[in-house]
């Protein structure tokens, strides 16, 4: 005789889903209604708006390995032990140096399409926001699979893993190393 395992309900998960989902479109539209200004917004300390974008992105994109390995050492698949506190923080950092990018994205170039890298860096960049938010909102929620977090969190590496080699690969490949 074998015991029944209890489930887990997917139901906890609708919520985070739908409201993930929700933000994924709304900043598809927004980008896609809104004039774009191509004004650049503050790039301080840089020498214009796209060296801003891809110095912050590639900082985000460092900040989201140090996110992978922090999780993985967190589920005991390291063998290491890295205090949470460092997992929270530079997922923190990530997302705040992803800020100003999206922003400057969204207010002067909009989504975009006449170009496939272009066009699959604004649907990746729609995509990481709607799956962030999922992420986060699925974190409180008790009763989740267990497979919840390492599925959004994996789908979340991956949309900016996508976003910055759409954006900072492609630059540093294109133009240079440029401050």
Same mark, same amino acid.
């Given at each position: 005789?074998?015991?029944i395992?209890p $489930?887990r309900?997917?139901?906890?998960?609708? $919520?985070?889903?739908?409201?993930g989902?929700l933000v994924?479109?709304a900043?598809?539209?927004?980008?896609?209604a809104?004039?774009?200004?191509g @004004?650049?917004v503050?790039?301080?300390? !840089?020498?214009?708006?796209?060296p801003m974008?891809?110095?912050?992105t590639t900082?985000? @994109?460092?900040l989201?390995?140090v996110?992978v390995?922090?999780?993985?050492a967190?589920?005991?698949?390291l063998g290491?032990?890295?205090?949470?506190a460092v997992?929270?923080?530079?997922?923190?950092? *990530?997302?705040?140096? %992803?800020?100003?990018?999206?922003f400057?994205c969204?207010y002067?170039?909009?989504l975009?399409y006449?170009?496939?890298?272009?066009?699959a860096?604004?649907?990746?960049?729609?995509?990481?926001?709607?799956?962030? %938010?999922a992420?986060m909102? *699925?974190?409180?929620?008790?009763?989740?699979?267990?497979?919840?977090?390492?599925?959004?969190g994996?789908?979340?590496?991956?949309a900016?893993?996508?976003?910055?080699l759409?954006?900072?690969?492609? @630059?540093?490949?294109?133009?240079? !190393?440029?401050?």
């Amino acid at each position: 005789m074998t015991a029944i395992q209890p $489930t887990r309900s997917l139901t906890p998960l609708l $919520t985070p889903l739908l409201i993930g989902g929700l933000v994924m479109i709304a900043l598809g539209v927004y980008g896609r209604a809104h004039a774009p200004t191509g @004004f650049a917004v503050g790039p301080g300390g !840089f020498s214009g708006a796209l060296p801003m974008k891809v110095w912050l992105t590639t900082g985000a @994109f460092a900040l989201a390995i140090v996110q992978v390995v922090s999780a993985l050492a967190m589920w005991g698949k390291l063998g290491i032990s890295i205090p949470p506190a460092v997992h929270r923080w530079s997922g923190r950092l *990530a997302f705040l140096l %992803t800020i100003p990018v999206a922003f400057h994205c969204l207010y002067a170039l909009g989504l975009q399409y006449d170009v496939p890298r272009v066009l699959a860096h604004s649907l990746l960049g729609c995509f990481f926001y709607g799956v962030f %938010t999922a992420k986060m909102l *699925a974190l409180p929620k008790r009763g989740t699979p267990g497979w919840t977090l390492p599925v959004l969190g994996g789908l979340t590496f991956t949309a900016l893993v996508g976003l910055w080699l759409t954006s900072s690969f492609w @630059f540093f490949t294109a133009v240079g !190393f440029k401050v």
